[in-house]
């Protein structure tokens, strides 16, 4: 059974940046298409972004675009999420899940069948 681990939240300025990570235990995450999901109170939960199982293919939701990265680290068993230009509308639980199949549709939660239980992002003020 995959298990998920996401760690680096936390208290952040505005225009800040910081590194999520996702580590993997039970099985190699490298098989896994990766998703990258946020959700702040009172809103529904949002893909920010995915990577493929080799790593050759990202997507990113348009918002987060130029200021996210996604990376993976297979012989880590990681998956990172660097987070720059931090702003107001970017405080969240931020969650990975994973899933064996690759889609377009990755930045879709329902495709995920492994989950971990977040990390919390927040910005001062």
């Known amino acids: 059974q995959l298990q998920l681990v996401e760690s680096g939240g936390g208290l952040v300025q505005p225009g800040g940046s910081l590194r999520l990570s996702c580590a993997a235990s039970g099985h190699s995450l490298g098989y896994y298409t990766v998703g990258w999901f946020r959700q702040a109170p009172g809103k529904e939960r949002e893909g920010v972004s995915c990577i493929s199982p080799i790593g050759g293919i990202s997507k990113y939701q348009d918002s987060v675009k130029g200021r996210f990265t996604i990376s993976r680290d297979n012989a880590k068993n990681t998956v990172y999420l660097q987070i720059n230009s931090l702003k107001p509308e970017d405080p969240a639980v931020y969650y990975c899940?994973?899933?064996?199949?690759?889609?377009?549709?990755?930045?879709?939660?329902?495709?995920?069948?492994?989950w971990g239980q977040g990390t919390q992002v927040t910005v001062s003020s």
């Open positions: 899940a994973a899933d064996g199949r690759w889609s377009n549709g990755c930045l879709m939660g329902s495709q995920y069948s492994y």
